[in-house]
């Protein structure tokens, strides 16, 4: 749970430096934070992508989990298999 929640967390972050990096965004925000005129919006934006691919294969690795089979056994044969939950 606490992956998956933070997989949100770097997608959003991600989509705002990622909106930091649009030029009519960039002009209204840089009047209170002048420093963002100094970094480049090409570099806003591809950092601004690469936290969301972060974000998004957190969420997708968050998401996969494989449920834990054990063998029936009838004699020496397997003759099924037993889900025993989530691991």
Do not use: C
């Amino acid at each position: 749970m606490i992956k998956k929640s933070l997989g949100y967390v770097f997608v959003i972050i991600g989509l705002v430096i990622l909106a930091l990096g649009v030029k009519p965004i960039n002009e209204k925000v840089a009047e209170s934070f002048p420093l963002l005129n100094t970094i480049d919006s090409f570099i806003l934006m591809v950092v601004g992508i690469g936290v969301v691919v972060i974000g998004a294969f957190s969420l997708k690795g968050a998401g996969s989990r494989q449920i834990h089979e054990v063998p029936i056994y009838h004699g020496k044969n397997v003759v099924g298999f037993r889900r025993m939950g989530k691991k």
